[in-house]
């Protein structure tokens, strides 16, 4: 490979993320303890000079790296998608007291993020692989980093799920590679161009599924996800409410639409099945759970089958819709993790009757709270309701009327217990007095959240027109 014809600006924005991470870890090793306190804001300086390398490359479509790494609109927008929800996070955990030292903390969560980027523009198996890799180890250490038996214990349970959930991904792509000769997907989707579907890519294309729904938190291998959320530091779950969830999305949506093309029935079939699953197992399980964290966790389930019915729809609207709901999903949960994140700095308890009188004691948190409750569930004039109406409504033009019905259903059935929360918040007298004070950015990200998801509830042509749904 020739690198002096390679197009470097081409993948400018992961230099940068990849350079400010390595400053920031640097940055723990040789600055003192008040320095360190800036490093935050070096990271969060990096994100916002990544999003800027990102915009500089709206419409370009190029490929480089031998066809391994691709720049079109869809890798774009997902990486926005990723860099803005990842700047949200760190803005709101500024202030916070981190269970690492803040250069190893912003530092991995950035090497995460490089992960996912790269998997937005994978062309490739190898390239993918590597990329999803580099996305969930530095997450794998986030998890532990609170030090304590049960932050050992889910971080040990995500670690090994996660290995096993890999290695049977990686032996579907090399069923994929021995049915196709070839790793990567433009080369793939022409070797299966007008042939039938045989057993060795049938089960190439399950192992696939099932090693990319593991990191989605798919029925069934979603068990890690509830308590992942729960058992680790606030912080760590803000961030993994958007962050490597957001990479098994970019890996489904270029793997399965691009190289597997021309076996969309089957695969959209099994895909239809998950999200049944998925939506019925979270909503239900959920309705159960008296811990706001665990709650949320049950409740992205859910939510990854509502956006796999994108995948289930399987054209070009479906696809877009998924990417929308997925915005707007990831606003609403960690607007809701933030919400979590600020109450348990001030001693709140993470019950859902610690949550009472809420409104009292901090009226603003208490308003958010509400607003990405309700974009969850769906209720205009919120995202939520736009994500979902653009959602079902793809289902139902593809003829996948009873699709949408469950989706509805189960919307219905959220209800149930994301207003348990709003309850005791508005209708249950406080246990104690005080007014709960926050730090200024976690105020600011958690504000400019709820403005968002207000925002493109009212206004969703403002992101559709940007995917061109």
């Known amino acids: ?58 419409g370009i479509n190029i490929t480089e790296f031998n066809g391994m790494f691709s720049v079109d609109l869809t890798a774009n927008v997902l990486k926005l998608i990723l860099l803005i929800t ?23 969560m950035l090497f995460s993020v490089l992960g996912t980027m790269l998997m937005a523009s994978a062309t490739d198996l190898i390239m993918l692989f590597i990329a999803l890799e580099l996305t969930v180890l ?101 961030y993994l409410s958007a962050g490597p969830k957001a990479g098994g999305f970019a890996a489904l949506i270029h ?71 997925f915005f707007v999903y990831s606003l609403a949960a960690l607007g809701a993790f933030l919400v979590v994140l600020a109450t348990t700095e001030r001693g709140i308890g993470e019950n859902i009757t610690d949550f009472a009188g809420l409104h009292k004691r901090a009226p603003v948190l208490a308003i958010a709270m509400a607003v990405f409750l309700f974009s969850l569930v769906g209720l205009p004039p919120f995202a939520g309701f736009m994500g979902k109406f653009f ?5 139902v033009s593809s003829n996948l009327i009873w699709l949408a019905i469950i989706g509805v259903l189960n919307s219905a059935i959220s209800f149930g217990y994301y207003v348990t929360i709003i309850r005791q918040m508005y209708l249950v007298s406080p246990e104690s007095d005080g007014t709960v004070t926050i730090s200024k950015p976690l105020y600011l990200s958690i504000v400019l959240i709820m403005a968002a998801v207000i925002f493109f509830g009212v206004y969703p042509t403002a992101f559709l027109s940007i995917i061109k749904l």
């Open 138 to 238: 530095p997450a794998y250490v986030l998890v532990a980093s609170k030090r304590d038996a049960r932050s050992a214990e889910v971080a040990l349970k995500y670690f090994l799920l996660g290995i096993v959930a890999s290695v049977i991904l990686l032996y579907g792509m090399t069923l994929l590679f021995g049915a196709t000769g070839s790793t990567n997907f433009a080369a793939i989707t022409n070797s299966l161009h007008g042939h039938s579907l045989e057993p060795m890519l049938l089960v190439a294309i399950l192992m696939i599924m099932v090693g990319l729904g593991f990191k989605v938190a798919a029925v069934p291998f979603h068990f890690w996800a509830p308590d992942v959320y729960e058992g680790s530091p606030v912080p760590v779950a803000s």
């Open 86 to 108: 990842t700047a949200l996070v760190v803005l709101g955990t500024l202030k916070v007291k981190v269970t690492l030292g803040e250069g190893e903390f912003f530092s991995l």
């Open 1 to 58: 490979m020739d690198w002096s014809q390679v197009n470097w600006m081409a993948i400018m924005p992961e230099l940068i993320i990849l350079g400010f991470a390595i400053i920031v870890l640097l940055g723990e090793l040789f600055l003192n303890s008040d320095a360190r306190r800036s490093l935050g804001a070096v990271a969060l300086v990096g994100i916002i000079i990544a999003i800027v390398s990102v915009i500089r490359l709206w």
């Open 391 to 395: 959602l079902f409504k793809a289902a």
């Open 255 to 325: 793997l399965f639409p691009v190289a597997l093309a021309s076996a969309a029935p089957a695969w959209a079939t099994f895909f239809a099945i998950l999200a049944v699953l998925s939506m019925f197992t979270g909503n239900l399980v959920a309705l159960a759970q008296t811990h706001v964290r665990r709650l949320l966790g049950y409740s992205a389930v859910a939510h990854t089958g509502y956006l796999l019915v994108g995948l289930a729809v399987a054209n070009r609207i479906g696809y877009s819709s998924m990417i929308f709901y």
